[in-house]
């Protein structure tokens, strides 16, 4: 049977979602749990990749696996072999056509930039501390630049492999809470690291050192050299995936 | 001259404030920081003890040394020597009289609950997870029996040497954010483990492990078998010293 589980994890001490042949990965562990909570191996597929430090809020991956472990039991039985950073929140049986990475249609990323002089004790694994001057209104004006169909190239780092570097933003959302502007943006797809260099180039346009009217021309450049720093990824949350 | 620092820690990592010859403590920790940007030894002076993973939103220690290095840039001098999860604010040359510990008038400290079934990967090291049913409005009734003066010997964890286990409670407040309950409670002092044990009591109380009508025989009772359990440590942090 196919199993989807919804997962959240706090991605401070590993080295992101996808396995890897010598550090810890959010994937390799689960598939350990999987292995000793159903004495098979599985193939565990993941909505998406997530760097070192990055988190989930809410991730769902599936496997396929023949057991007799209750599908109500799962979360429980999991989490008992999980550590407690990574949380199993639910589990069910989804039709065998179901992939948790081509089956999904949006997803939404959340990104934290903490704007203070001091760095706070408790937000350095959460929160990108920005320490410069950040206006708010020019990060909010710049934003409008990146909604609907671009091709993103510029705001990928190297390396990828797509068959397209076109998607689609549906929506992307400023909000302040005092020292704390976060960034929600949801759209059809992500290049390798598109949410950190698209929040490194809008706290650019804050802080000056990108003109925050020049945004539409820096998207329609396709150049990386226009677009800001990539931000850091402990400001980075998986938010929801959408099927 | 007597210098004072303000300064914040996640105590997650830490075997409390106190130094201790085997274990990170975040006074040692400290201490070698002063030590690296004055190239002096210095007697540092917490003001009160935490226990191991136990967090301060608000730490004052004060130490004596003899130093050319400016007050007004010794928060960042001592931030580049110390590691992330230790944030000094401000640094402040106060009297010579001044002593974090015997100085201070009175304390606030923060405990939080968070009443789920399942667990969350982000509040691990932040919160109790209290998994079994807790009704608000019976440890909000249950804690105004801690108010006032009272003998707290039945709060106090064994292995304690004080003068006298009378303490004078200011306010005690309980408020509920969806499902995370937070205690807010002010005394004149705490004895070892006071807070987490009247946390404990209080959940209790919530939970009818103990009724909450008896809450002034249970406080009157000087007995700690009459008590709650004592909550874990990494709810629990000092919010606030005043002098």
Not at 97 to 114: E, G, M
């Amino acid at each position: 049977m196919n199993i989807r589980l919804d997962l959240q994890y706090d991605g401070t001490n590993y080295h992101g979602w996808q396995i890897q042949p010598r550090d810890i990965t959010v994937q390799s562990v689960l598939m350990r749990a999987v292995a000793e909570v159903t004495s098979r191996r599985a193939n565990i597929i993941g909505c998406g990749r997530t760097d070192a430090k990055v988190h989930a809020l809410h991730y769902v991956c599936n496997f396929d696996i023949d057991t007799t472990v209750p599908i109500e039991r799962m979360p429980h039985a999991l989490n008992a072999h999980l550590p407690d950073d990574i949380v199993i929140r639910s589990a069910s049986i989804v039709p065998d056509d179901f992939r948790a990475n081509q089956s999904a249609v949006k997803k939404t990323y959340l990104y934290r930039i903490l704007n203070t002089e001091m760095p706070d004790a408790f937000l350095r694994n959460y929160a990108w501390h920005f320490k410069y001057p950040l206006d708010f209104e020019k990060m909010r004006a710049g934003a409008k630049a990146f909604l609907g169909e671009h091709d993103f190239i510029g705001f990928a780092a190297a390396g990828f492999t797509v068959k397209t570097t076109v998607r689609t933003i549906y929506s992307l959302d400023l909000r302040k809470n005092g020292n704390m502007i976060e960034m929600e943006i949801c759209g059809n797809g992500f290049l390798y690291n598109m949410v950190r260099i698209i929040a490194g180039t809008l706290a650019y346009m804050g802080n000056g050192r990108i003109d925050y009217r020049d945004a539409d021309a820096v998207v329609a450049s396709r150049d990386r050299n226009r677009a800001g720093i990539t931000a850091p990824p402990q400001g980075l949350f998986l938010k929801e995936v959408f099927y």
